[in-house]
């Protein structure tokens, strides 16, 4: 007999405590069962790829690459990189949230070892005039990565913090209080960040100081270095490391991250296709679990922990901040691949570029895009409002085709399925339940910055998004340009952009374009819509609306100062609207 839905719901609880346990005890591994550095594997990943993540493993420091932009054999009182936290602020059986029995999770970054030294890192954190230490933590190989988990963590203070090795390295940050008490709670909204141009990011990190938000989020491609995954992690983390050290920061992991130019990871089956439109992984399943252990696991604990195909993990999962109660999604790892699955309409299995294209016959019956375990969860996560706010759902890629020239100037496409928007019922279903929770959707990928206001059953009838420009625009410039040039229905009035308004994307979807922030001139560093984006939820703020206004900012990475001297954003932005629309 088939099982009970009780039965089931048993099965899947048991399960979810089995994987839990499972990553419980992975962490809590003693140094003393790691091999010593000299025996290390060289290729770790198997005799397949000999050289992923190569310029970190085996003897690292006899090959450096002439295309390393700087040498990972640093001082050794410089070892540690960099290192980011998330606090979790636990709810008490389904009550508000209690910020004075919370867990921090810290990750720290470390450059490559060498054959003697501990691999062992160790956090303190300082009591009065003191520091004291409170977690020990391996240094994992390969990554070079190391994780602390602290429980009973109190919330309603800042804490000094410093991460150590050895005797002489240190790095030192701090954990800051949750903001509970703010009537405004930022977020800085960050992704594509080119390996084509290394060095700093000093403009950048200037202007996230200056705005000083709550919590950072980088929503993927933090690197483009697609096969040497811990060197790129540790260049971004060098990159943003002075705005990351002393605030909350999710970084999620996007298609560049683990080594593909576009990701549909169709529940994380083997992909026979380099370019992954077949769906699923084109490197090992090791390889992906470690770059999503560097990037995800400060995250709050994923609320549904049981792998997918070939034992990837996930990391879905919910970040309580000031009160706003922030879905941290997985847009790609359950997403079906195109290639076999619908018919090619175009030179690409992902590329649409004929409008006569009929649209029913790629939105078709079993396509997956959040996935069904993620689905469920993100209903009961819709619902819960105890001690919260407003909601908000952060992930990798926006839930439609906001873009009409790809590349280049004269790369006109009508769809691109790399995008949300496809399929068209599974992003209708997402938006359904982001509706109901009446939140707001935060993104990057597209490399151009855009806000509108979804709709699914008419124009404006579902949740307004942003999706942030790219950190640094130089892999793959996109413009918004519709063929027609013409304005759309409710433009928005005395907007320097010229077209705003009500249309569909290239897949029938409804849009409401508020803004938009085409570049110039993708040759000129100055003029290829670099920058960074900025959310606040402000709850005083009620002149849109009884429960508060949320600002969309958009900042270019150089600085475009007004005639006073003081530094101005693209054209169109700010942006206002209400926290929880109405209709």
């Known amino acids: 007999m088939p099982p ?37 594997d060289p290729a770790p990943f198997g005799a397949e790829f000999p050289n992923l993540d190569g ?21 050794r009182e410089k070892v540690i990189a960099f290192a980011l936290y998330t606090v979790t602020v636990h709810p008490v059986h389904g009550g508000p949230p209690t910020p004075t029995d919370a867990t921090l999770k810290l990750t720290t970054q470390l450059f490559p070892l060498k054959p003697g030294e501990l691999r062992e890192a160790r956090l303190e954190i300082r009591r009065g005039e003191a520091w004291e230490e409170v977690a020990r933590s391996v240094v994992r190989y390969p990554g070079w990565d190391a994780h602390f988990r602290v429980e009973h963590w109190d919330a309603t203070r800042d804490h000094a913090y410093r991460v150590r090795h050895g005797d002489a390295a240190i790095f030192e940050g701090l954990v800051r209080r949750d903001p509970a008490d703010k009537q405004s709670i930022s977020v800085g909204v960050l992704s594509c960040n080119s390996s084509r141009t290394p060095g700093s990011r000093e403009e ?99 609320v549904d922990p049981v792998p997918v195909d070939q034992g990837i993990g996930v990391y879905f999962t919910r970040l309580v ?69 407003a909601k908000c759902a952060l992930s990798q890629t926006a839930f439609c085709g906001a873009v009409h020239l790809h590349g280049k100037l004269d790369n006109r496409l009508l769809a691109d399925l790399d995008c949300n928007g496809w399929p068209q019922s599974g992003r209708n ?48 410039g996109r413009w918004w340009h519709p063929l027609d040039e013409r304005s759309g229905d409710n433009a928005v009035p005395n907007s320097p952009l010229p077209w705003t308004g009500d249309y569909e994307d290239g897949l029938g979807n409804r849009i409401s374009v508020a803004a938009y922030a085409n570049p110039g001139d ?25 429960d508060g ?29 209400p926290m929880k629309p109405s209709k």
Not at 55 to 75: E, M, Y
Not at 277 to 297: H, I, K, L
Not at 526 to 546: C, L, S, V, W
Request: aromatic content about 10%; proline content about 8%; overall charge neutral.
């Open 321 to 389: 901040l000031g009160g706003v109660d922030f879905a941290i999604l997985e847009d790609r790892k359950f997403k079906t691949g195109p290639a076999g699955t619908i018919p090619q309409m175009g030179p690409r299995p992902d590329h649409i570029v004929d409008p006569a294209y009929d649209r029913k016959a790629i939105d078709l019956p079993g396509l997956e895009l959040l996935g069904q375990r993620q689905l469920a969860w993100l209903g009961r996560w819709a619902d819960a409002w105890q001690g919260i706010r």
């Open 549 to 577: 206004t949320i600002t969309f900012e958009c900042w270019p990475r150089f600085p475009r100062p007004d005639v006073d001297g003081r530094p101005t954003q693209y054209p169109g932005w700010p942006v206002h609207v």
């Open 4 to 40: 009970t839905t009780r039965q089931r719901s048993t099965f899947r609880k048991v399960a979810v405590a089995l994987g839990t346990l499972c990553l419980l005890a992975r962490m809590a591994e003693s140094p003393a069962t790691e091999p010593p550095l000299e025996d290390l």
């Open 204 to 302: 950048i990190v200037a202007g996230l100081r200056a705005a000083n938000p709550d919590l950072l989020f980088f929503a993927g491609d933090q690197s483009y270095r697609h096969e040497q995954h811990t060197y790129a992690w540790i260049e971004f983390g060098l990159q943003f490391r002075d705005v990351i050290r002393d605030r909350p920061t999710v970084t999620i992991p996007d298609d560049h991250d683990v080594g593909h130019p576009n990701l549909w990871g169709a529940g994380g089956k083997k992909a026979l296709r380099k370019d992954g439109a077949d769906g699923g992984y084109f490197f090992p399943a090791s390889y992906v679990n470690m770059v999503e252990r560097q990037q995800t696991w400060h995250l709050p604990d994923p």
């Open 522 to 546: 993708v040759a000129d560093e100055k003029q290829r819509g670099d920058g960074y984006g900025i959310a606040r939820f402000d709850f005083a703020d009620q002149t849109r609306g009884p």
């Open 55 to 75: 310029w970190t493993t085996g003897a690292w420091w006899t090959k450096r690459a002439k295309q390393q932009p700087f040498s990972l054999d640093v001082p």
């Open 429 to 476: 279903e997402a938006l359904r339940i982001l509706t109901r929770a009446r939140a707001t959707h935060l993104c990057g990928d597209q490399h151009l910055a855009v806000v509108v206001q979804h709709g699914i059953d008419a124009h404006g009838d579902g949740p307004w998004a942003f999706t942030a420009p790219a950190i640094v625009n130089t892999i793959y």
